[in-house]
């Protein structure tokens, strides 16, 4: 397959955006980051005019002049972060004439700049506006407008306040306190709306390349998924799937896929699972820092997973006394279909969403927990009302019995 692996896998992710892209050789050919991407070989990146931007009737096409006078000319003290694309900015305009006005005044922005000096190409910024100009649901980031402009290419996005999950969820410091139960439940859920939106747009969306630098969190926690660089349009007519060359993040691409190259919706299920074990342990997917036997979580985590005895060894530590086992059992099991090796044998997203909107907490559930079957660490042995398997079968999703889940 020619695939590419990085040595070690490191967040590039930009702090407050989330923001994450993937690099490509001078000569346009992909190559694998820091932050884990990986590829096959690719056609040539070269850039091309205005005309191939899908006719969007609500973006905005910038000026580069408006651009710079809203980032107060790309000074260093309006940067958010960088990626493989280049810099992010902060930067100020009138929420209805969209034109540039003073630092801390109007409608904040984030605004992705190429770096003409970089390695990242005109295709996915391409990409991006293709599908976000088309694309509206409240769970995909908002895409204002960009910039084409000589040899300038910038997008311009709303500003997301608490940044990725992937630096709430891994990064540690007063900046980011550790996540709730009930906010990753709440993200999860909403993660998951935007993968099922995708899925059943009129023509469907597969976005390749899911993971927790890439769910936006704005300042109520409601998450947004970004970057759309890698997405591609789902299988057309008789054809199940499509044929495309590798990419994505290493630990997180569904292993028919690397296989393959057949890409399905399916593949961006199993990714959604593992993001799911990255919410339900507070490890990242790929970790070489951690112990041996422990650096893939999925390969570590499934043998846990299905036993209401051992999921302990799996659950992130700073959530005791937020969650009950039921809950954590329900997670597990979801995870698990979603990870399942057969794509046939994995939810699709619609019941993904159905899943997750079954474990939000309300305040009758939470009342319940707080003086019934919260996880109780008593003996070494947790208490449960009902098996993982009883679970599956109430959610309507899995069918008994449980030889028919795929675990493997």
Known sequence: ????????????????????????????????????KFSSASMPVTPRSEDEILQASNLKNFGFSELKMATRNFRPDSVLGEGGFGSVFKGWIDEHSLSATKPGTGLVIAVKR???????????????INYLGQLHHPNLVKLIGYCVEDE?????????????MENHLFRRGS??????????????????????????????????????SNILLDSNYNAKLSDFGLARDGPAGDKSHVSTRVLGTYGYAAPEYLATGHLTAKSDVYSFGVVL?????????????????????????????????????????RLQGQYSLDRAQKMATLA?????????????????????????????????????????????????????????????MYPRPSASLAYA
């Open 175 to 212: 900046h980011f306190q550790p996540l709730s139960w009930s906010v990753r439940m709440k993200v999860a859920l909403g993660a998951a709306k935007g993968l099922a939106f995708l899925h059943n747009a009129e023509s469907q969306v597969i976005y390749r390349d899911f993971k927790t």
């Open 277 to 317: 074990l990255e919410l339900l342990s507070g490890h990242r997917c790929i970790d070489k820092n951690r112990p041996s036997g422990q650096h893939n979580l999925v390969d570590w985590a499934k043998p846990y997973l299905n036993s209401k005895r051992r999921i302990y060894h799996v659950l992130d530590n």
């Open 1 to 36: 397959m020619g695939a590419c692996w990085s040595n070690g896998i490191k967040a590039v992710t930009p702090s407050y955006t989330g923001f994450n892209s993937k690099t490509v050789s001078r000569d346009g050919n992909d190559m694998c980051s820091s932050s884990g």
């Open 114 to 128: 190429l770096n003409q000096e970089g390695l990242q190409g005109h295709r996915e910024w391409l990409a991006e």
């Open 336 to 396: 698990l279909q979603c990870l399942a090796v057969e794509p046939k044998n994995r939810p699709n997203m619609n019941d993904v969403v159905a899943a997750l909107e079954g474990l939000q907490e309300t305040p009758r559930s939470k009342h319940k927990e707080q003086h019934g079957n919260v996880h109780n660490h008593s003996n070494g042995v947790p208490r449960s009302s009902r098996s993982t398997v009883e679970v599956a079968s109430k959610l309507g």
């Open 152 to 164: 300038q290419r910038l997008l311009v996005y709303e500003f997301m306040p608490k940044g990725s």
